[in-house]
């Protein structure tokens, strides 16, 4: 049945029309569901103990992992770095998902191009659907790099990128100076972040000149790591503006992922010169404001520079100290008057919501770098942690987070679960309740669940508009993290006493 041209509906309202209600109710009747009530009781014994246990049993099964695949950051990362056209081997299919995974989380289309592999691909080898795949993208969107990852396919049948592409080069597809890095991602092992890693080491090894027997150039390296957050890079950018530090940020997706509306597609917006990238084994230092998402690129530097890699975590108070006390005896330039002047007013701001935000017990989630700098901010402000679920997790990760929340009075109710995944944290939440669950769009199905208010922070964020505009490095975006914690907080106590007269005596706009 057509729509109404002066009623256009979304789909959630076009879904509630009689028709479709009648097309649902039909095809459950060939489900075989058992009966509501059968539902109800088991709805209700997943909450209990005795199934939390059970849950924590399970071994070959992932429910909901709070993390993505490899190619996904891949191609994340060559974005950041000018005229890249990320380049998928794999099927149609994989490509799609990534672009449009990227395309909802910032609004911005996002090109990138698979080698379309099919059956016959995955029988005979994928090595005709590169070469043609090269040669293709070359002619018609002429980037100045092609950075190629893998897929499962392309990973199960073992194609080999390195000879590939040497072939490539031998039969003319593409010249022999044009850069072409690549890095193997499968998609069943490690994540977005494993991803983001390997690829970004590869551009840089594929571009990087030797070092230059003059010494440092001046410059630093800043690595954001996989960081959605585009007002970050900004701020990265604007801090070492008001210090005077050139600044070489590896990679740049800032533009990319945040570009303006001129009226004119620009394909290629911004990144990180291909020449500035060349350079950079001759900074001075570089940082990596990801640990856990950049140790082989910073493994790579560090023995290919000579130079010193340094890790930091510019969130909140105490990380934005430390980061900008770090990068002043680097460089023996004093921390800017204009940063201290932000210091102080992201102290007030703390002083002034704290007392909404002490002793909440929280439950939060995400990759292991952005789960750190939450965790320090929390501590901050007095809230106490107690689930913290990172799938992507490893062992340093753990031993550092414990010893974060065991240095502070408020982490010692915590438990750091790596390894687990969404279904984990709905137990663990039903058991041992919170008040406050901090990760991304998915935990709006913890939240349904379970009553418990969300403060969207991380990736991917569908369900939200623009919250990658807004830094959360540096003082500005201690301010804006306390801005999005303290007012869930306050919105929740609103719909908590709406009744007038009776649950509004102690929230309303005259206390």
Known sequence: MPQDIQ???DHARLFQDPEYQALLQCKQTFEDLPSPEEVARVAEWTKSWEYREKNFQREALTVNPAKACQPLGAIFAAVGFEGTLPFVHGSQGCVAYFRTHL??????????????????????GGLKNLIEGLENAYALYKPKMIAVCTTCMAEVIGDDLGAFITTARNE?????????????TPSFVGSHITGYDNMLKSILSTLTEPVGSTGSNGYINVIPGFDTYMGNLREIKRIFGLFGIPLTLLADNSDYLDSPNDGTFHMYPGGT???AAAQCLNA????????????????????????????????????????????SQLTGKPIPAELEIERGRAVDAFTDSQAWIHGKRVALYGDPDLVMGLLSLLLEL????????????????EAEARALLASSPYGQG?????????????????????????????????????????????????DRHHLHRYPTY?????LNLLNWIVNTILDEADRRSIIPGKTDISFDLIR
């Open 172 to 184: 003319g597809v593409i010249s022999r100076d044009f850069p072409v890095p690549y890095a193997h």
């Open 284 to 327: 001075e230092a570089t940082f990596s404001f990801q640990r856990y998402t950049t140790p082989k690129t910073l493994e790579f530097l560090a023995e290919a520079s000579g130079r010193p890699t340094l890790t930091a975590r510019p969130v909140g108070i105490r990380g934005t100290d430390e980061f900008l006390m770090q990068l």
């Open 414 to 462: 915590a438990t750091v679960w790596g390894g687990k995944d969404l279904w984990h944290l709905r137990s663990l939440m039903f058991t041992e309740p919170v008040d406050l669950l901090i990760g991304n769009s998915y935990g709006k199905y913890l939240w349904r669940d379970t009553g418990t208010p969300l403060v969207r922070i991380g990736y991917p964020i569908f």
């Open 103 to 124: 395309t909802r989380h910032f609004k911005e289309p996002f090109s990138a191009v698979s080698t379309s592999m099919t059956e016959d691909a995955a029988v005979f």
């Open 7 to 9: 009623d256009i509906k």
């Open 474 to 478: 540096g003082y500005v975006g201690a």
């Open 382 to 397: 007095g809230a106490e942690p107690v689930h913290v679920v990172v799938t992507n997790s490893n062992e340093e990760f």
């Open 273 to 275: 010169p291909l020449e």
